[in-house]
């Protein structure tokens, strides 16, 4: 699934930071831009594992459309994390 990630800009002084729209409490840091990204998939993933342990229902991502139209993302960046849900689906209890 392709998980959108909202990249807020960093500085000199300020990490880059990334929100995950569509994963509640999702959030990450990097140095960089780069160091940004992939912090955002070790987020998205350590987030997915405690849901499925907990037996929490994996969130659907919804389109960048949806959220760069939401103003507490004016002015962020935007890529895309590619997860395989499939892993986190299979640990959730019935």
Known sequence: MLYPIAIFPGGAKHAWG???????????????????????REAV???????SEDGTAIPTAQKVTVHQADPAFEGCTWALVDID??????????
Do not use: Q, T, W
């Open 18 to 40: 990334v929100e995950v729209p569509d994963i509640p409490g999702c959030f990450s840091a990097g140095d960089d831009l780069d160091a940004a990204m992939a912090m955002a």
């Open 45 to 51: 993933e350590g987030h997915l594992e405690i849901l």
């Open 85 to 94: 849900v499939a892993k986190y689906l299979g640990k959730l209890r019935n």
